[in-house]
């Protein structure tokens, strides 16, 4: 009698573990986190740099513009809510390969530097750089006026680099954001800034006092980040991704945001980390 009882038990137990592995096996595929690394389960922790228009604007909770439509529309596919946790651009793939967060949202274009630091999606944005002066500016008109000029930048950027790399710039001053180099240039602290072209666009059409001197053509490939150990995360973006690049989304925010722009080059384009 006893042996049976005992025997009934060990049935029991096994029946339970089993019914409850399976309906664990079917949460991670209802919710598409299983497995992911994710922070927090069922959220996707977004670590935001902003203001930069019409990437991002405003603050978190409540940060806007065309990256941010990508990446809600991303975790929409994946089943998740994105959080938004707001950071500097300068310390942002550092946070992120920390694991601070569980990507990096904020106009960053791909490079093997940063690369380095953090692996990238597919693009999902090309951008090029602007060379932005005030409209009374009279000595600039390209960036071959730039010698003996004071140019600014946002830290970090590719536009930072630019300017020290390509120009004679007698100084490239850093700035915490973009639109802090802006405003200094509005302000007369500085002669030029050089900038990613739709935050440069932005800036004349919203703003006023400023001009595009020259568009700089770069060809720059925006990624969202993630920690270089996180395979599993990214690859799962990029099949969402990939999705929204099919399904016509990825046009369809070009036509809002960037209506002038041909967004064929991103709808083809692909990333592997180096």
Excluded at 147 to 158: L, P
């Amino acid at each position: 009698m006893i042996r049976g009882t005992r025997t009934r038990v060990v049935i029991a137990l096994l029946t339970a573990l089993l019914t409850a592995g399976i309906a664990a096996g079917c949460g991670d595929d209802d919710n598409g986190s299983g497995n992911l690394g994710l922070i927090n389960d069922g959220e996707l922790l977004a670590g935001i740099d902003t203001p930069f228009p019409p990437f991002e604007k405003g603050h978190p909770p409540n940060v806007t513009g065309y990256d941010i439509d990508m990446i809600n529309a991303v975790a929409d596919e994946m089943g998740l809510k994105v959080v938004q946790e707001e950071t500097s651009f300068d310390t942002i793939f550092r946070d992120v390969a920390q694991g601070k967060f569980d990507v990096a949202v904020a106009a960053s274009t791909i490079t093997p530097e940063r690369e380095r630091t953090v692996d990238f999606s597919d693009p999902y944005y090309l951008a090029d750089q602007s060379l932005l002066i005030r409209d009374d500016e009279t000595d600039i008109s390209s960036q071959g006026d730039l010698g003996g000029k004071i140019v600014g930048a946002q830290d970090g950027t590719t536009g930072e680099t630019y300017a020290n790399d390509e120009t004679d710039a007698s100084e490239v001053r850093g700035y915490p954001g973009g639109t802090d180099a802006i405003n200094a240039l509005r302000a007369g602290q500085i002669d030029a800034v050089i900038v990613d072209s739709p935050v440069a666009e932005d800036a004349v059409q919203t703003e006023g006092g400023l001009k595009i001197a020259e568009k700089i053509v770069t060809r720059e490939l925006y990624g969202f980040s993630f920690a270089p150990d996180n395979d599993a995360l990214r690859e799962k973006v990029n099949e969402a991704l990939t999705t929204l690049k099919e399904n016509g989304t990825i046009t369809d925010l070009y036509k809002k945001y960037f209506p002038d722009q041909d967004p064929a080059p991103v709808l083809k384009a692909t990333n592997e980390p180096t």
